[in-house]
C-alpha cells in the first residue's frame, strides 16, 4: 500500500496489486494524456463501431457478455494489438529523432487497414487528433520528440492513422510510454462498448461491467505491444474483418464504420 497525501486537502490511498504502475508520470502529463484520449477530445471517436453495428445486425452480438467476448478478441487478436505496437514503434521513433521511421509506420498503418470503412476510421480520427494537437496543445520545442513533431505536422497535409498520431503526439508531450499503451487501448475499448450501448442494446451499468472485464486484457496487450515488434503485426479477427467491409453496403445504420 501507498498513501499519498496533499496538506489541507486530500489524502488518497492506492492499493498495489501486482499491476505495473508507471513512473516518472507528471501532472501535466497525466493531464495532458486524459484530454487527448478523452470522449470530448474533437476526433469524432463517437460515429465509428469498428464494424460491431453490423455485427449486431447479423446477430453475432446479442448481449453483454457477448460485448465482452468480442472486444477481448478485437484487442487480443485484432486492431487492438496492432494498434498498441504501431504507437510504440511510433513512440520510440519519435524520442530518437527518426523522422523517416515516423513517416513509413504512417504509411504502413494506413496500408494494414483491412477495408475501406476501417481507414476511414483510423484517418479520420488520427488526422482529426493530429491538427487538434497542432492547434490547441502543439509541444513547446527543445526536446527531439516535440521539434519531430512540430516539423512533420507543419510540412505534411495526408492522412495520419490514429495509433501513429497518437504515438508522436504522447511522445512530443513527455507522456511514458505504458502510460500512453494503456490509455489508448482503454478509449479503444471504451468507445466501442459505448457503440454497444447504442446498438445491442446494452445498458450503461452493463457498459461499466464490460470495461471492468476488459482490463486485464488492455494490461495484457499494452503489455505484448510493448515488446512486439513490426514482424509480428498481423491480425486473425476475420469475424470483425468481414463485418467492417458488409458494413459499407448495411441498408441502415448509425455508425461510418
Known sequence: MATAKRTGTITATIMVTGIPMTEGLSLAALYRLQTFLSPSFPVGAFSYSHG???????????NAAEVTRWLQDVLRFGAGRSDAILLKETYRAAISGDTETVSELRALALALQPSKERRLETSAQGTAFVR?????????????????????????DGDWPYPVGAGLACAAHGIPEDAALTAYLH???????????????????????????????????????????????????FLAD??????????SRLFRS
Do not use: C, K
Open 242 to 251: 468481414i463485418a467492417s467491409m458488409a458494413h459499407e453496403t448495411q441498408y
Open 187 to 237: 478509449a479503444f475499448a471504451a468507445n466501442i462498448v459505448s457503440a454497444a450501448i447504442r446498438t445491442v442494446p446494452i445498458g450503461q451499468s452493463d457498459g461499466q461491467t464490460a470495461l471492468a472485464g476488459l482490463e486485464p486484457v488492455i494490461f495484457e496487450v499494452a503489455e505484448t505491444g510493448a515488446a512486439a515488434g513490426l514482424d509480428d503485426l498481423g491480425t486473425s479477427t
Open 52 to 62: 460491431l453495428e453490423q455485427a449486431v445486425d447479423r446477430g453475432d452480438v446479442r
Open 132 to 156: 487538434a494537437i497542432a492547434a490547441s496543445w502543439l509541444p513547446a520545442g527543445g526536446t527531439t520528440a516535440a521539434d519531430l513533431f512540430r516539423g512533420l505536422v507543419s510540412d505534411s
